[in-house]
C-alpha cells in the first residue's frame, strides 16, 4: 500500500538550473495535484489534473510544468529555478468524491 | 486575501483536556470541509471532514462543527493525547469530495499536548 510517492525527497538546485520532482500514485485516482508551502504558510495549489491528458492551473503556477501521460504518474517541471521556489512540494491525488492522499513531500532549496 | 484563515498559529493545551481548533472561511461557494494533521517531514493526512449540509460530524475523539451562517468551523479532540500534538491545516473545497480543482488551505494551528 505505496499511496502516493514522491521523489527525490530532498534537493539542492543551483539558481537557473532546472529538474523534475516526480509523482507516483497507485490509487488508481483520476485527480493529481502539486501544492507547496512554504514555512509558515498553508499549502497553495500550482497545478492540478483531472486526468490523463488533462492538466490545469492553479493559484501559483508561474515557474512550472507538469504533464500526465498515465493515470498514474504527475511530474512537476522546475525549467529555471529562482530563490522563490525554495519551498516544500507535495503531490496528492483524490477519487471523484473523496479526500485527497498526500506524498511525504520533496524539500527543495535554491542557492 | 485568504480565504481560509486559521487565526491561531499554535494552541497548547494539557493531556486529557479538550483541544478546540477554529477555522473561519469567506468564499459561500465552499460547500466541503476538511481537517488534515501533519507531523514534521511528513506530508498532511486526512483526519475528518463535512459537507455544508451536516453541522456536525464526528469519529472517535474527533468532531467537526460547522456554523454556515457564521462560516466557521471548528475541530474538538477530546480527550487530548500526546500523539495528537502536530500541526492541524483546515481546508475548504467548491466541490463535494475535494473537488476537481483542489483544496484551499488555511495556515495551520500547531497544537500542542502537555503531559
Known amino acids: 500500500n505505496a499511496g502516493v510517492t514522491q521523489t527525490p525527497k530532498f534537493r539542492i538546485l543551483k539558481i537557473g538550473q532546472s529538474m523534475t520532482l516526480q509523482c507516483a500514485q497507485d490509487?488508481?485516482?483520476?485527480?493529481m495535484y502539486w501544492y507547496r508551502q512554504d514555512p509558515g504558510m498553508g499549502l497553495k495549489l500550482i497545478y492540478y489534473?483531472?486526468?490523463?491528458?488533462?492538466?490545469d492551473k492553479g493559484e501559483v503556477p508561474n515557474g512550472y510544468n507538469v504533464s500526465r501521460s498515465t493515470t498514474e504518474d504527475f511530474p512537476l517541471r522546475l525549467e529555471l529555478a529562482a530563490p522563490s521556489q525554495t519551498s516544500v512540494y507535495f503531490c496528492?491525488?483524490?477519487?471523484?468524491?473523496?479526500?485527497?492522499?498526500f506524498g511525504q513531500g520533496t524539500r527543495l532549496t535554491v542557492v | 486575501d485568504q480565504q481560509v484563515k486559521q487565526n491561531s498559529p499554535s494552541l497548547s493545551v494539557q493531556e486529557g483536556r479538550i483541544s478546540i481548533l477554529n477555522c473561519d472561511y469567506t468564499?459561500?461557494?465552499?460547500?466541503?470541509f476538511l481537517w488534515y494533521k501533519k507531523y514534521p517531514a511528513e506530508g498532511p493526512t486526512f483526519l475528518i471532514s463535512?459537507?455544508?449540509?451536516?453541522d456536525k460530524n464526528e469519529d472517535g475523539r474527533f468532531t467537526v462543527f460547522l456554523n454556515k451562517s457564521a462560516k466557521h468551523l471548528s475541530l474538538h479532540i477530546v480527550p487530548s493525547q500526546p500523539g495528537d500534538s502536530a500541526v492541524y491545516f483546515c481546508?475548504?473545497?467548491?466541490?463535494?469530495?475535494?473537488?476537481?480543482?483542489?483544496?484551499?488551505f488555511g495556515k495551520g494551528t500547531h497544537l500542542i499536548i502537555q503531559p
Open positions: 496528492a491525488s483524490s477519487a471523484l468524491g473523496g479526500q485527497a492522499f
Open positions: 468564499n459561500s461557494m465552499f460547500d466541503y
Open positions: 463535512i459537507s455544508s449540509i451536516k
Open positions: 489534473s483531472v486526468g490523463a491528458g488533462i492538466t
Open positions: 481546508a475548504a473545497s467548491a466541490e463535494s469530495g475535494g473537488g476537481a480543482d483542489g483544496l484551499t
Open positions: 490509487m488508481n485516482h483520476n485527480y
